[in-house]
């Protein structure tokens, strides 16, 4: 084993399949998580059924917020930070207390723990959304950085309290901003699994909007890449944006899910587009291409054929359980 590492977030989308990545390239991983119910447990759980079993592997059910830190954080090489309260449209209102709790409260209590191992990678999951609405595009990390929701302004949140933590005791890290993750396991509140399920039900696809809007979507292996690229990184940038290069319409995705999907009609049904969502986001990548050397491998065609197999196999693994 290369030693230990720390996973936080790891039963949901993106920390499951980093999980999955580090067990291959031979570290020992304690996953920590939460098990919320912003989505089904049992799935969360059925994300992790590859590394349950495997050697190097220990999940540790604790809530960041509350729980003793330290211990998790003891003898470990890394620590990618995953675990956080997501969604935009749900961020409003008096949800706002548990993003304070999960992505804000959480982070600092993660970052005061590593106060006295600065040299310990810090690699956190930042968002695009960061950014808000934005006419500079494509997008670059020195933009100016305008929340255009709660969930964006606590992210960004998360950010600024590494770089204090930098600044005042030398705390390493180094921020992800994503753009737009989707691939096996996505969270099923997320426009691609949405649009599954519902094709899947013959209902109506609810669209935010016109459809019009465009989005920088990642398939989430090059999500997976950048953050191991992250922690292997020794120089002295911190913040990366992560795109896919893929920038379409929400519209330009639906017909290439009609195609995937065998042909089908979607019934689209154009509804409001929720305060928090911004028009369109593109990733200026050259400074993680010229940093991390990253470079996405996954076209959306590919991504999204990836996607509807998974929804296939998790479906009739669960409709199976249930006969």
Request: charged share 25%; proline share 4%; hydrophobic share 40%.
């Amino acid at each position: 084993m290369k030693g230990k590492v720390v996973v936080t977030g790891a039963a949901g989308f993106i920390g499951s399949h980093l999980c999955e990545r580090l067990l291959d390239e031979g570290y020992e991983v304690l996953g920590v998580d939460s098990f919320t119910d912003y989505y089904s447990p049992e799935r969360k759980r059925f994300h992790l059924v590859s590394c349950a079993g495997r050697p190097g592997f220990t999940l540790a059910e604790e809530n960041l917020a509350t729980c003793d830190v330290a211990p998790l954080l003891e003898g470990a090489r890394g620590v990618f930070h995953l675990a956080a309260q997501a969604g935009v449209r749900k961020s409003w209102g008096k949800e706002f207390a548990l993003y304070i709790e999960s992505n804000i409260l959480a982070t600092q209590r993660l970052l005061e723990a590593l106060k006295d191992a600065s040299s310990i990678p810090f690699i956190y999951s930042s968002s695009s959304s960061v950014y808000g609405e934005t006419r500079m595009l494509p997008m670059r990390e020195d933009h100016p950085a305008v929340p255009l929701s709660p969930y964006g302004a606590t992210k960004l949140s998360g950010e600024h309290l590494c770089e204090l933590y930098r600044r005042s005791y030398g705390v390493t890290y180094r921020a992800l901003r994503y753009f737009t993750v989707y691939g096996p396991r996505q969270r099923p509140d997320m426009a691609f699994s949405r649009f599954i399920m519902a094709a899947r039900a013959g209902r109506a696809i609810e669209v935010y909007g016109d459809g019009g809007q465009t989005r920088d979507f990642t398939y989430v292996s090059d999500a997976v890449e950048a953050n191991l690229r992250a922690f292997l990184y020794d120089g002295p940038v911190s913040v990366f944006n992560i795109g896919g290069g893929s920038r379409v319409s929400l519209l330009d995705v639906l017909a290439i899910m009609e195609r995937e999907l065998g042909n089908v009609r979607f019934d689209v049904a154009f509804v409001e587009r929720a305060k928090g969502d911004v028009t369109d986001t593109w990733a200026d990548t050259t400074r993680a291409r010229d940093e991390l050397a990253f470079t996405p491998r996954v076209g959306l065609n590919e991504g999204i054929r990836n996607e509807i197999a998974w929804y296939r196999e998790y479906l009739e693994t669960v409709e199976g359980r249930r006969r």
